[in-house]
């Protein structure tokens, strides 16, 4: 499968005509076989790319989440799966709800990162669509159960650089987490690049 598969041309029209140009980011990823085999089955099966909800609060900075599978003290930033014909502007808002449960938002389009998972010649593309969102109101919440996300906190968006670095830290302590955390330190480079405190 190609990149120009996941993407769906008219509506980065749309992204364009609405918040305007957008800066575009590709990485290359060598991976393990069992994380490109794992996304490789994902993308086939049920995700043609994610948002990732930069939530924004004055005073408290960024909101970050934590899961139960995630090793002790690691935080990041929230995102969602974008199913195959489902709209980006469609799954913004409901990963936003499911996730955080927070409203009152406007949102502005960051950009697009894509990545080529690597491994022995083979490769899967993914896409993350990163939006910055402000105005929020009332306290995060999780109003879908199945995330397993079990806690939340406001960090300033320079902190951003610390848990990019401590993703890309992980230690191979169960397999595939130094591929997942090295993958999900890329979009926490992209935001601090493109967020001023």
Not at 54 to 63: D, E, N, T
Not at 145 to 155: H, L, R, S, V
Request: net charge negative; hydrophobic share 40%.
């Amino acid at each position: 499968m190609e990149l120009d598969n996941l993407l769906d041309a008219q509506e980065l029209i749309a992204l364009e005509q609405t918040y305007g140009p957008f800066p575009r980011q590709h990485c290359p990823l060598p991976v393990g076989l069992g994380h490109l085999e794992w996304w490789g089955d994902k993308v086939l099966r049920d995700r043609r790319g994610e948002v990732v909800p930069v939530i924004r609060r004055a005073g408290q900075g960024v909101l970050l989440h934590t899961k139960t599978s995630y090793p002790p003290g690691i935080y990041r930033l929230p995102s969602g799966g974008v199913s195959w014909g489902e709209k980006v502007s469609d799954a913004l808002p409901r990963e936003v709800y499911e996730e955080t449960g927070l409203s009152g938002w406007q949102a502005q389009f960051l950009g697009l990162v894509s990545y080529e998972f690597q491994c022995d010649g083979r490769a899967v593309p993914f896409v993350s669509y990163v939006f910055l969102l402000t105005g929020v109101t009332g306290s995060p919440a999780v109003h879908d159960e199945a995330e397993c996300i079990c806690g939340f906190k406001w960090m300033p968006v320079s902190g951003l650089m610390a848990v990019a670095e401590a993703l890309r830290m992980l230690p191979e302590d169960e397999p595939g987490r130094q591929d997942w955390g090295r993958f999900r330190a890329l979009v926490h480079d992209f935001v601090v690049e493109r967020v001023e405190e």
